[in-house]
């Protein structure tokens, strides 16, 4: 009888361990280098459940000899994605959008790698690194809420 109730009583242990539902919100630079450069401010959302997180970014800026945009959906793969101190790695695909005045736009298929510093704290730095349709760097502030009942 302990041990079914151990057993059971389990599952809800656990999850009030990590959080499911972070989301996040980011905002950085992001380069792309291609046939069409973009130098562009880049604004982000996320939902991070686990080690999975889906997430969407837009940016805008100049874009070859005009104005233009990027917009990618990617889900990733976070390692030690509730780490309160140190970095914390992740790797992703997904799908962008890039095009502009007067330009044709043009969707990719991409793959990244990033790092972030606490990932498990409420806010920190990242950096990425992406190729599809160019190689892409990505570097700014992400800020996550947390469940009221995780430490911040």
């Known amino acids: 009888m302990a041990l079914a109730a151990g057993v059971l009583a389990a599952p809800g242990a656990s999850a009030q ?5 972070v989301t996040e919100l980011s905002a950085g630079a992001a380069l792309a280098w291609s046939h069409r450069d973009l130098y562009a401010v880049e604004l982000g959302a996320g939902r991070r459940s686990g080690q999975a997180r889906l997430a969407l970014a837009a940016a805008g800026g100049r874009l070859s000899d005009g ?5 990618e959906a ?7 994605p509730f780490a309160r ?18 330009q044709r736009g043009a969707v990719y298929l991409t793959a990244l790698t990033g790092v972030e510093h606490a990932p498990g704290r409420p806010r920190g730095w990242f950096v990425e690194v992406g190729v ?11 800020w996550r809420n ?3 009942w995780w430490p911040q």
């Open 17 to 21: 361990t990590a959080p499911q539902g």
């Open 146 to 148: 947390f469940p009221n």
């Open 132 to 142: 599809g349709g160019g190689v892409r760097v990505s570097a700014g502030m992400r």
């Open 85 to 102: 101190v140190g970095l914390g790695w992740y790797g992703g695909m997904g799908a962008a959008w890039m095009g502009g005045a007067g």
């Open 67 to 71: 104005w233009g945009g990027r917009v």
């Open 74 to 80: 990617r889900g990733q793969f976070v390692l030690l």
